[in-house]
């Protein structure tokens, strides 16, 4: 992209994220949008207890992201980490199925001592953003408990990541619930960047436990009425880049495709659905729905992906702003 376009942009937008898929989109926006304009509200349903310590996976991968520190090959964790406590914990016999380097158990270890002493997520979050210098606001959905729950054919309910991680994705889905959204409050800001914003954008991040979970916790739907809303579609070709997000559409009975993304947030929610060219010919279904679509190269390999397809996304959230 040419210098000129970076940070001449005036709008202010809203992204609702994951981890590594809503990372990338966050990554793009925080390229092409002053600090100041850009908020990122990221799912906290992942956020589990493995080793006594309080880990919020999507709220890590967003904060090393945009700090720079993300491992670039796996998408999550730390770049140049290194194992010496995991190695020590799995000659101790503990347990090894959730990987976690030293760099990385520093972020856990403080925010557990934190927590525990009674400060929120949210507040955590904003100091630990502030000390790996990033300038944009980062706000985890809420500061209440919520709990992704999998419900599965083979194994019943199982915890997010004992599916996610342990189980590696492969029992069959048969649906979710989310343990504590009822009386889970939206993080303070939340509500207020909202409404302070231009647009929204639905990263390409898991419909149903990343991005689902974030609109359940902010209830209040009042807050995307007359709201320009842009999903980006984490399905390309009827498959995710990476995780479970296709499978879970199958198995749920539903074909695996971008026009099924933009069917299942739907025309109430969404003003524009931001779909693949290589998902060209389901643009005109995409419309019939009554959503706006947009055709553009939306995998994210370098860095310079991510700030091209995030300026189309404001181009795009522009052209309803008029
Ligand atoms: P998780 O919390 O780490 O599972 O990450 P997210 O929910 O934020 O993102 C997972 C989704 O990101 C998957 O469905 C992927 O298909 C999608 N994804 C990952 N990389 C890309 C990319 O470069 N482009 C698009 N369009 N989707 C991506
Ligand atoms: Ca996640």
Redesign the pocket.
């Known amino acids: 992209m040419k210098p000129s376009n970076l940070h001449h942009e005036t709008i202010k937008i809203v992204a609702l994220?994951?981890?590594?898929?809503?990372?990338?989109l966050a990554d793009g926006l925080a390229q092409v949008l002053p600090p100041e304009n850009l908020t990122v509200i990221v799912?906290t349903g992942?956020d589990f207890t493995h080793w006594g310590l309080n880990i919020s996976p999507?709220v890590d991968?967003v904060c090393y992201t945009l700090a720079g520190l993300a491992n670039p090959v796996s998408g999550?964790g730390r770049r140049d980490e290194s194992w010496q406590v995991f190695q020590q914990m799995e000659r101790l016999g503990a347990e090894t199925w959730f990987r976690l380097g030293d760099q990385d158990l520093a972020t856990h270890l403080e925010r557990t001592r934190r927590l525990r002493s009674g400060e929120s997520l949210s507040s955590i979050t904003r100091d630990f953003c502030q000390r790996w210098g990033i300038r944009q606001r980062i706000l985890p959905m809420s500061d209440d408990r919520v709990r992704t729950m999998v419900n599965t054919v083979e194994m019943g309910e199982l915890s997010f990541q004992e599916y996610f991680v342990h189980q590696r994705c492969q029992p069959t889905v048969k649906g979710f619930r989310f343990d504590g959204i009822e009386s889970a409050q939206p993080a303070p800001g939340t509500l207020e960047a909202l409404q302070n914003a231009d647009a929204i954008v639905f990263?390409?991040?898991?419909p149903w436990v990343?991005v689902d979970p974030i609109l359940k916790t902010l209830k209040n739907q009042t807050v995307f009425e007359s709201k320009c809303l842009i999903a980006?579609?984490?399905?390309?070709g009827g498959e995710?880049?990476?995780?479970p997000?296709a499978k879970m559409f199958r198995e749920l009975g539903f074909e695996s495709s971008a026009l099924a993304v933009a069917r299942h947030y739907g025309k109430s929610l969404l003003t524009g659905f931001v779909l693949?060219n290589a998902d060209a010919a389901l643009a005109d279904a995409v419309a019939d729905v009554g959503i706006s679509p947009l055709v553009t190269p939306?995998?994210?390999t370098q860095p310079a992906d991510r700030a091209r397809l995030a300026q189309d996304v404001l181009n795009f959230a522009k052209s309803f702003l008029l």
């Open positions: 994220a994951g981890g590594v898929g809503g990372a990338k799912n992942d999507d991968t999550w990263c390409p991040s898991n990343s980006v579609s984490p399905i390309i995710t880049v990476k995780g997000a693949d939306t995998l994210m």
